[in-house]
C-alpha cells in the first residue's frame, strides 16, 4: 500500500513539474489569426532573399524562425522555438515576452505592444 501511494505522489509530482511543457505549442498560424483579429492592419515584414530582417544566429539560444511584425506602426521580432524550454531561456536572457513557444522581442518599453501581446497573443513577462 505504501509503494501505491509513493508511486502516485511521485507521478504527481513529475506532473506538476512537466505541466508546461505538456501544453501544446503554438502555431504560426495561430498566433497570425490572433494578432490579426486583433488589428486587421498588422504586417509582417520580411527582408532580401540574401539578407532576412530577423537573423536567428544572432540570439544566443537560436530561434528556428524570426518575425519582424508591425503593430500599429511599432516593430517587434516573433521568434518562433521548436521547444518551450528554449523560448523560456531565451525569453528570460532578452527579458521579453513569452507565449508558450514564441518569444516576443523589443516590446518591453512600449506600452501599446506590450498590452497587445498580453491581451491578444496570450503571453507573459519572463523578467
Given at each position: 500500500m505504501k509503494c501505491v501511494s509513493l508511486c502516485l505522489l511521485l507521478s504527481l509530482i513529475?506532473?506538476?513539474?512537466?505541466e508546461e511543457e505538456i501544453k501544446l505549442n503554438?502555431?504560426?498560424d495561430?498566433?497570425?489569426g490572433w494578432a490579426r483579429s486583433a488589428d486587421p492592419t498588422m504586417?509582417?515584414?520580411v527582408g532580401t532573399i540574401d539578407k532576412a530582417l530577423v537573423d536567428c544566429k544572432d540570439y544566443k539560444i537560436r530561434c528556428r524562425i524570426g518575425y519582424m511584425v508591425v503593430i500599429k506602426r511599432?516593430?517587434?521580432k516573433a521568434l518562433y522555438y521548436e521547444s518551450q524550454i528554449d523560448a523560456r531561456e531565451s525569453a528570460r536572457r532578452l527579458k521579453a515576452y513569452r507565449s508558450r513557444n514564441w518569444v516576443f522581442?523589443?516590446?518591453?518599453g512600449e506600452p501599446i505592444l506590450e498590452r497587445f501581446v498580453?491581451?491578444?497573443l496570450k503571453a507573459e513577462k519572463s523578467f
Open positions: 513529475l506532473y506538476s513539474c512537466n503554438y502555431s504560426r495561430e498566433m497570425l504586417q509582417i515584414k511599432l516593430y517587434m522581442d523589443d516590446v518591453r498580453v491581451d491578444n
